[in-house]
């Protein structure tokens, strides 16, 4: 029993652990940029092209400012035999992913900027790489990619076409619904219709095609029935996770994993296939905690 439990706590804290330092990494950061103190001319004595309506960032660094067109297309012609007027080798704006990929370094966008660019460096931008992150694992690029679309929402860009992004803006509306009829929710039949008043009421960016739901079923749980609902549907998941644990059912709890996790970014019980696969593998579930009962009881 001891071993369980310290097993229990262990994998709990080792679950809390990870999600608090990914949380840490892709939390966005303070802007890395200050519009107000932009520079007017290069070393060279070009004066930089700064468009600060353009929220593109990489790493925090602002793409769209400290441009010196000329010297950087001169400055580029020394350095590679592609016109930086056409594509990369693997399609796309060779001038645009210049942009991005010093960016993405802290580099300024004119001739010394490019000096400060190694070899290395103008090989990924020849392929296509956006940015330094993307030149490294593909674990890690993928975290900067994320990390980079939540900056980019968090600067108040664009979410439509982004499944995160507009996920973040659910996430936002369903809180703020929260805050409005948090003891009792608002009823089985009115969800739509209250997230589509809030959305008007926030004046959202997204498009109206887009004004779907939370996307969390605790959160859809908590505004259709209210506080009360929230902690039966919470607990009864805290207490099934113990159960399957306890019970040492391995498909149970491979099963509660992806089934909360599912809930985190979907209302997974919102569609027949997700009632469907939540009602057979509960029920899977409880029997094979049955069978191990009785086992250890004889």
Known sequence: MRIKVLSFLVLTAFILIGTQQLYRYLIPTQPLYEFSSLATKSAGGEIYFHDTTNLLFENGHHVMSNIARKELYKAWGNRSNLSLSGESLTGGSLHSILLRYMTSKGLKKDSVGMSKMTNSDIHHVENGKTSIDYTHSKPRALL???????????????????????????WKVGTSIIRDHWLFGVGTGDVQTVFDKKYTALHTELNKSNWNRAHNQFMTFWITFGVLGFVIFTVFWLFFVGQTFYYQNLLGFLFVAIAISSFLAEDTIETQQGVTFIGLFIGISCLINRYNSQKTLN
């Open 144 to 170: 900067a990619n994320v990390k980079n679309e939540m900056f980019h929402y968090y600067v108040g860009g664009d979410p439509d076409g982004n499944s995160l992004l507009q996920r973040f803006e659910h």
